[in-house]
């Protein structure tokens, strides 16, 4: 096999990103597990039986155990709403805190063959991947393979090395866990006209119209700040007062992250140009906005391809 490693391993690549997203939390991490099963693939090469697995469930069962490995000495990854309680202070100081490994946001353009992922869109929307951190790696694990990958108990039991009991087991405990999450919904035309007039509204300091697209319930939250609001009260003057620190004239870019609205908000400069300011990702439910994650750090834009800087 190792004469057409490459060959066979490729297709299946970016798929196995994706995989190690949804166990990690993290595209940087997720990159690093990737080529670690590569590695190991490579290693075990000659002990591959075609006859046993498929090359794509070969690399999964190796992905996964090399993720449940790497998970032991990582915290969860979480965001704000997930760690702390809701802050009923808009004017609170916005000190981030980059001691916590936060949820990162995967980029669309990092997703494999549309035909293999279409399924599973709704797998890497942020809220699903949030709801996975709270359970444990094997629970993770357990619930990936069967859920979205469809395995049966006793493929996942063979991969981890569990009996089928266990395997069953631990998929109620991890469905169960999981049920109090409220559902995601894929993201369709109506959410990009919204989309579009909140970015308007958004890029011209327009708050009248803004909350005027949010739910009443609307989450705001904006890691790496450990705070989060909830209802349009807060978030209204918490933009109002983003304005007035900032200037209320913004420039975008589209952006494409967990299959969301989403786009790149530039703040402007003393020098007429605009600067990196957040990455923001949308849930938008029934023609409204219920959660905005404003990812503001900065470093994200390069996994994005998203220029630091435009011009005057």
Not at 21 to 32: I, T
Not at 65 to 73: F, K, M, P, R, W
Not at 305 to 310: E, M, T
Request: charge should be neutral; glycine fraction near 4%.
């Amino acid at each position: 096999m190792r004469a057409d490693f490459d060959e066979l391993t490729r297709p299946h690549r970016r798929e196995l990103l994706a995989h190690c997203y949804r166990m990690s939390g993290s595209v940087h991490d997720a990159e690093e597990l990737v080529q670690e099963t590569l590695l190991r693939a490579w290693r075990a090469a000659d002990r591959y039986d075609a006859d046993r697995a498929s090359v794509r469930t070969w690399l999964y069962r190796i992905a996964t155990n090399v993720c449940l490995t790497a998970l032991e000495s990582r915290p969860r990854r979480p965001l704000p709403a997930g760690l702390v309680g809701r802050s009923d202070d808009p004017f609170a100081p916005l000190s981030a805190n980059t001691e916590i490994a936060w949820l990162e946001p995967f980029p669309d353009a990092r997703t494999g063959d549309p035909a293999v992922l279409a399924e599973n869109r709704e797998t890497l929307r942020l809220a699903f991947v949030a709801a996975l951190q709270l359970l444990s790696a094997r629970q993770r694990a357990v619930l990936i393979l069967r859920d979205v990958l469809q395995w049966s108990a006793v493929e996942t039991a063979e991969a981890l090395d569990l009996s089928a009991t266990a395997v069953n087991s631990g998929l109620r405990r991890a469905r169960s866990k999981l049920a109090a999450e409220p559902p995601t919904s894929a993201a369709n035309t109506a959410d990009r006209s919204v989309l579009d007039s909140y970015v308007r509204a958004f890029q011209k300091g327009d708050l009248d119209t803004l909350v005027a697209l949010l739910r009443d319930d609307v989450i705001l939250e904006m890691p790496p700040v450990p705070l989060w609001y909830s209802g349009v009260a807060d978030y209204r003057s918490f933009m109002s007062r983003i304005y007035d620190l900032r200037g209320s004239l913004w420039r975008t870019l589209p952006a494409a992250a967990n299959h969301q609205p989403a786009f790149a908000a530039y703040s402007r400069e003393t020098d007429g140009g605009w600067r990196a300011h957040s990455l923001q990702l949308f849930t938008i439910e029934d023609g409204l906005i219920s959660h905005n994650v404003v990812f503001a750090d900065t470093t994200l834009f390069r996994r994005f391809d998203l220029p630091d800087r435009l011009p005057a």
